[in-house]
């Protein structure tokens, strides 16, 4: 999104939209200081809310709605004024934004890696046969399923804080978590190792904080757009693009993954069945202004190796 000089005003209060989830929190307060920095003299505050997604724990998020569900309170309190914008972990974000709302700005990325979580192992390598690991994600499932058959996958749901519970509790053997949660929340020592993304590719925008506004809000698009990282916004796009051609959501066993190599961006994604039998990878390179083509061209290379049959596969699955 652009603005005219015109339309850039220094504001007196900024409020920000966040869920009240500790790593949520953690992500609104980062913003709240950088613009605080940034436009000296504003109040800039935050409305702590508690979505539909942070409530409903007790069934997998691929069954009861998808991402959609951790923003759509937020949403309603930038549409109503109450807020000027959003801060959310971008791969909670869905693919096609509702209308009336925009990304625009994509914050610098902290380590975009799964980590492997545990207090008994050392690394998935050293799981034994049988042993329970919890993820929250049908793309980790997946690549669990399709390198590492002999163990017990099992749905893992709850905050930061409540997965940890959960396997301090005893319930899992390992868990799989977003290496950049745990990192934001100076919880790094609970981190046994880094899964490479050979091991794991992350999923689309895993590790980036992404700012929504309304699309109307030209001069809240202004205020944030000193906060958008160019490289990162790049990678991003092309993983989101790449996402959203398959008709990505977290009901779909897919990962996107790009990074800059002497200013080129390298995309890797996959398309894989929820059994991990069925897997279907590829990458693609290109310039960052063509990110977004990137992404749908690679989409296109795994739906001709046979990645349209593992969709249609899963949409039947789903009905």
Partial sequence: ??????????????????RESRLAMWQAEHVRDRLAEIHAGAEVSILGMTTQGDQILDRPLSTIGGKGLFIK?????????RADLAVH???????????????VAISARENPRDAFVSNKFRGLEDLPEGAVVGTSSLRREAILRAKYPKLQIRSLRGNLDTRLRKLDEGQYDAIILAAAGLIRLGLSDRIRSVLTPEQSLPAPGQGALGIEVRADRLDAAAWVAPLNDATTAACVIAERAFSR??????????GGYAEMKNGQVWLRGFVASVDGQQMVEGEAWGTPVEAAALGRQLAEDLKAKGAGEILAALACAKH
Avoid: N
């Fill in 73 to 81: 309170e937020l949403e309603v309190a930038m549409e109503e004024g």
């Fill in 1 to 18: 999104m652009t603005t005219t000089p015109a339309t850039v005003t220094t504001p007196s209060r900024i409020v920000i939209a966040s």
């Fill in 245 to 254: 051609a398959l008709g990505g959501s977290c009901q779909i066993p897919l």
């Fill in 89 to 103: 972990s971008l791969k909670d974000v869905p693919m096609d934004m509702p209308e009336g709302f925009a990304l």
